[in-house]
């Protein structure tokens, strides 16, 4: 029965974002002892505003996914059966619940008793690290409660290291103490800052490029996002002999602006939803910080940053897959890592994005082409190194969606694993 009420909060609850963020609201407006009804409006409005940040996502994520599917056939790239995530969770998914339930009291006890104040509440982020890491356990021969502890504990850590780590390159773009960042773009984003840092010029940020009055429209995000993605779908269907247009079977000319609007008006939800999200949550999580985590401070997905630096996104992302993608036909030509890796376009967006805008507060334009590039490349080893690493577990994953802090936490955390292991 306990493990079936379990089951029912990780489905229903954690792995439901919106409902997680609108209980959080709730509770730190209970805490403040406000009144029913404001309790009940600050709730629905927090979910409300993750719904619609989530929902914007989607769109994006949509709105690229078939350039993603195309580059994976043009790779002819194939997974082993039985080494995605799905399968995975079916033999391991209840370790990788207790896990994370064991992980998030851990978590938060750092933030109660030590220094280290993070409360990661970036939701489908509290499963799929302790996934990652139930993978990394597996992959390093542990089993049992072992590798529940093992998993446990890699996850308490990294949701309250990770954000802490790069607080102070968040809070450069930001300047807002308030909140972090919980995002796997960790890593990325500390390369592409520092070596923005290194070689660039703060004060020429990329939001200041001068554009003529009657190209003013480009300062409109949504707009800018239409065009690109437009241009995009254009470049790759021909420079591939009409792939899209093959897969899709609609002309490529409607498709492309199918795409660019669908690109275009994820971007005006998201942007809404965070707005929504930060005026309910941030004043909610005071009571919980001033009473149960003293100076607690939350750790927020990475399209909450993305209004600060719109153009700087759209920038990143060009230049992470200009580079990635011709870096990794060129490995996969010469069987570099003995698997066949594909273009990461969600991660060149989200992850390398938000890298781009930590790098602009660094370097300005020329750090954010720079330290971005610098970035992908790293992205490109990390993806092609982890892939092969979880190649018993989680491979099909790895090769969609790292290239990130997955990618290097992941195999990090194995290798100790196979060091316990040996030990025990």
């Known amino acids: 029965m306990l493990m079936s009420i379990w089951t029912f909060i990780i489905d229903n609850v954690f792995r439901n ?5 609108g209980l959080i609201a709730a509770i730190g407006l209970t805490i ?16 409300l505003g993750l719904y619609m940040l989530t929902e914007g ?6 709105s690229i996914d078939t350039i993603n599917v195309v580059f994976r056939e043009l790779s002819g790239g194939t997974v082993p059966q039985g080494l995605d995530a799905a ?6 998914g209840s370790q990788t619940g207790l896990a994370m339930f064991i992980g998030l009291i851990l978590h938060l006890l750092i933030a109660r008793f030590t220094p280290i104040k993070t409360v990661f509440l970036t939701g489908h982020f509290l499963w799929w690290f302790p996934l990652t890491f139930t993978a990394a356990g597996v992959e390093g021969g542990l089993s049992g409660v072992a590798l529940i502890i093992f998993a446990a504990i890699c996850s308490a850590l990294y949701w309250s290291f990770a954000p802490w780590i790069l607080k102070k390159y968040v809070w450069s773009v930001t300047n807002d103490h308030s909140w972090m960042l919980g995002h796997p773009t960790g890593i990325l984003s500390l390369i592409a800052a520092n070596v923005s840092k290194l070689v660039g010029n703060k004060e020429k940020s990329a939001e200041s490029i001068k554009i003529p009055k009657r190209l003013s429209f480009l300062k409109e995000t949504s707009v800018i996002g239409f065009i690109v993605i437009f ?3 254009l470049i790759i269907d021909f420079a591939f002999g009409g792939a ?12 492309a602006v199918n795409m660019g609007l669908r690109f275009g008006v994820g971007l005006l939800v998201l942007l809404q939803g965070v707005r ?3 005026n309910q949550i941030v004043p909610a999580f005071e009571g919980i910080s001033t009473k149960l985590i003293p100076n607690a401070i939350p750790a927020y997905d990475a399209p909450l940053l993305f209004p600060y630096k719109p153009n700087t996104l759209i920038i990143g992302f060009i230049t992470a897959m200009v580079v990635s993608v011709p870096l990794m036909f060129f490995l996969n030509s010469i069987n570099f890592f003995g698997i066949m890796v594909v273009p990461l376009v969600i991660t060149c967006f989200f992850e390398c994005g938000a890298a781009a805008i930590m790098a602009d507060a660094q370097g300005g334009l020329r750090g954010v082409i720079i330290g971005t590039a610098v970035a992908a490349v790293c992205m490109v080893f990390l993806v092609g190194y982890s892939s092969v690493f979880f190649q018993h577990t989680i491979q099909n994953r790895m090769l969609t969606v790292s290239g990130n802090d997955y990618s290097l936490y992941g195999p990090l955390a194995g290798y100790l694993a196979k060091f316990l292991s040996g030990i025990f």
């Open 17 to 21: 974002p919106p409902v997680l963020m």
């Open 32 to 47: 403040q002892k406000k009144k029913v009804e404001d309790i009940f409006k600050g709730a629905i409005l927090a979910a």
């Open 57 to 62: 996502t989607n769109f994006l994520s949509n």
């Open 87 to 92: 399968s995975f969770i079916l033999e391991y």
């Open 231 to 233: 241009l995009l779908y």
């Open 244 to 255: 899209i247009t093959a897969k899709t079977g609609t002309p490529i000319f409607t498709y």
């Open 276 to 278: 929504m999200l930060i």
